[in-house]
């Protein structure tokens, strides 16, 4: 199991962006599929959107148009770019291995996005 690692959050204003990281320690070309979620606060975490080893993309209707996931195996990273944020995007952010739809593996310590008004 190569484990992920997320970085790159912080505190944003609203419209702003943001480049989020998931690293991995071996090699992520071995990771079929890597989703992103995010967990607002008090609430329980959901899909964002996540991409395949071939570069194909699939994201929830709530970031269409903003968030992009992008991958790149020489760097072992997969990348989530998130634009016009807004303060409902607040809340800790986290990728997954995801294998026949699911998240597997533990989950990492996640990193937090902060979008103030």
């Known amino acids: 199991q190569v484990p992920l690692v997320e970085s790159g959050g912080g505190l944003v204003q609203a419209g702003g962006s943001l480049r989020l990281s998931c690293g991995a320690s071996?090699?992520?070309?071995?990771?079929?599929?890597v989703g992103w979620y995010h967990r607002p606060p008090g609430k329980q975490r959901e899909l964002v959107g996540k991409?395949?080893?071939?570069?194909?993309?699939m994201y929830a209707d709530s970031v269409k148009g903003r968030f992009t996931i992008s991958r790149d195996s020489a760097k072992n990273t997969v990348y989530l770019e998130m634009n016009s944020l807004k303060p409902e995007d607040t809340g800790v952010y986290y990728c997954?291995?995801?294998?026949?739809?699911?998240?597997?593996?533990?989950w990492g310590q996640g990193t937090p996005v902060t979008v103030s008004s």
């Open positions: 997954s291995k995801i294998v026949f739809g699911y998240p597997v593996g533990s």
């Open positions: 991409i395949t080893s071939d570069g194909i993309t």
């Open positions: 071996g090699s992520i070309s071995s990771i079929s599929t």
